[in-house]
């Protein structure tokens, strides 16, 4: 038995269509969005009576995607991961390559987006940053060099 391949990354975040917003910003491109919900979804989730939106994301020309989610019932539940420190423990983050990490970074500032620390580079190969994106999601950005 093995894997045969990574499908998506999910986050739930509150605001469903900044975080598609900001996500399209990024350089990503909305596959669709569809309502969640019955028995079914509950059972896999472990939440009765769930009731959900799901954006579907995706790399343009690449296998990479993320599930946005939002809950409407029952109401999502904010554990303060939002401001927590980098070495919090199952703390998630998303990277990304992108050609131009300047100009990214100040594309997403426009929809709330924060450095976590500074851009920097590491050795001769990339310039590399962390960001907090919508309901605190860490994103980090990879540029590679030469």
Do not use: K
């Not at 100040?106 to 919508?134: K, M, N, S, W």
Request: a negative charge; proline letters at 4%; aromatic letters at 6%.
């Amino acid at each position: 038995m093995a894997i045969q391949r990574l499908d998506n990354v999910g986050i739930v975040v509150d605001d469903l269509d900044a975080a598609v917003a900001f996500f399209v910003e990024l350089g990503m491109e909305l596959e669709g969005r569809a309502p969640i919900e019955g028995a079914w979804a509950g059972h896999v989730v472990g939440l009765d009576g769930m009731r959900s939106e799901i954006a579907m994301m995706r790399v343009p020309d690449g296998p990479g995607r993320l599930e946005l989610s939002t809950y409407h019932s029952p109401a999502a539940v904010d554990v303060g991961l939002g401001s927590a420190p980098s070495n919090t423990l199952g703390l998630h983050r998303v990277m990304f390559a992108v050609d131009d990490i300047d100009d990214t970074v100040e594309r997403l500032r426009g929809h709330g987006a924060t450095l976590v620390g500074e851009i920097v580079r590491y050795e001769d190969a990339y310039r590399l940053c962390y960001l907090r994106g919508p309901e605190g999601i860490v994103v980090a950005l990879a540029e590679e060099l030469g």
